[in-house]
């Protein structure tokens, strides 16, 4: 079946820190990934994505993304955290097609501290 | 250019009642996706509609939940009856097609609580 795992629920860092936020995928193919960031109250921003190519993609806000073929993986990262970065982050799967279809992981809640 | 909008924010509602949920999506976006977050959860996708057609509906509960989207813009999302178990954040997003390349612009949401 098709599913995405992120293993933290909740991750604190302290602001200026790195950051990495890991993604595993379980997928028949390699699938389309996205990284999402939700804000209280807001809707789903996308942050970034890989179709293709360079396994390393570059985002908005100064994340990043590495795709791990070998280990079914998608981590975010950023080298430095700031206030305003602390929201919820999905990581979401797509077949590649004519489908659009979405499937996300539970979701990581980064804490950003003072 | 103006995101995807829908209402209301918040609804509270008792078990057994209706509630319906409109979703004005971007302008010349022909892909509409409901989507159910309940807390603590990633979205899950409940139908997608091309258009005025439906491409995907397989997750959506039919015995109780409905949608359409008549003139191929606008939709509304029902429940009835509602059930304590619907109690989540119901995000509406919009797409140029329906391909997996194009990207999903999502609105802010709408939270039902049901009691």
């Known amino acids: 079946a098709q599913s995405v795992t992120q293993p933290d629920i909740h991750i604190t860092v302290s602001e200026g820190a790195s950051l990495e936020l890991r993604c595993n995928y379980s997928?028949?193919?390699?699938?389309?990934l996205f990284w999402y960031v939700q804000s209280p109250g807001q809707g789903l921003q996308l942050l970034l994505k890989y179709f293709s190519g360079d396994t390393l993609v570059q985002g908005i806000k100064g994340f990043e993304a590495e795709f791990k073929r070998s280990q079914s993986s998608f981590n975010l990262r950023k080298p430095s955290v700031h206030w305003s970065d602390a929201a919820e982050y999905f990581c979401?799967?797509?077949?590649?097609?004519?489908?659009?279809?979405?499937?996300f992981g539970q979701g990581t809640t980064l804490q950003v501290k003072p | 250019e103006a995101g995807v909008a829908q209402s209301p924010r918040y609804k509270i509602i008792e078990k057994r009642q209706s509630v319906a949920f409109w979703c004005n999506p971007i302008s010349g976006h022909a892909t509409l996706y409901w989507y159910q977050q309940i807390l603590g959860q990633g979205p899950k996708l409940l139908i997608q509609?091309?258009?005025?057609?439906?491409?995907?509906d397989s997750q959506l509960p039919k015995d109780r939940f409905s949608a359409e989207r008549l003139k191929g813009v606008d939709s509304t999302l029902k429940i009835q009856p509602a059930k304590l178990e619907d109690s989540a954040v119901y995000l509406c997003a919009s797409s140029l097609g329906d391909h997996s390349y194009n990207e999903q612009f999502f609105g802010p949401g709408t939270r039902l609580t049901v009691l």
């Open positions: 997928y028949g193919a390699t699938p389309y």
């Open positions: 509609f091309q258009n005025n057609g439906v491409v995907d």
């Open positions: 979401a799967v797509a077949a590649r097609g004519n489908t659009g279809k979405l499937i």
